[in-house]
Nanobody
Framework: QVQLVESGGGLVQAGGSLRLSCAAS??????????MGWFRQAPGKERELLAA????????YYPDSVKGRFTISRDNAKNTVDLQINSLKPEDTAVYYC????????????????????WGQGTQVTVSS
């Protein structure tokens, strides 16, 4: 089991930036076996994948809808995975979640909405116009 705790959300003006962080409470040797992802869910909308990263941090995936504004990174020494969001828009308002995928092969990155095994509680991001 791993517990994931997101932080860094808040109220920000459109055009600003935020850096969200997800801390995993698990031994480092375990955290490095997880592929990670960031998701969000806005009111009345389905959850969507924003970014994913392999256990090494080398392989990443972004859906076309967020390419150029979102950057995922991880620090395996600190058991954290971050999401940098630039040029925030009001439509980015949502609860943001990190998730861990236990699949461990090659330098696997999960580009799908499904297959993640552990989820955090989320952090609220509100973007004002």
């Amino acid at each position: 089991q791993v517990q994931l705790v997101e932080s860094g959300g808040g109220l920000v003006q459109a055009g600003g930036s935020l850096r969200l962080s997800c801390a995993a409470s698990t031994p480092t040797y375990t955290f490095t076996r997880y592929a990670m992802g960031w998701f969000r869910q806005a009111p009345g909308k389905e959850r969507e994948l924003l970014a994913a990263v392999s256990w090494s941090g080398v392989n990443t995936y972004y859906p076309d809808s967020v390419k150029g504004r979102f950057t995922i990174s991880r620090d395996n020494a600190k058991n954290t995975v971050d999401l940098q969001i630039n040029s925030l828009k009001p439509e980015d308002t949502a609860v943001y979640y990190c998730a861990a995928d236990r699949t461990f092969r090659d330098d696997y990155v999960n580009p799908r909405e499904s297959g993640y095994d552990y989820w955090g509680q989320g952090t609220q991001v509100t973007v004002s116009s």
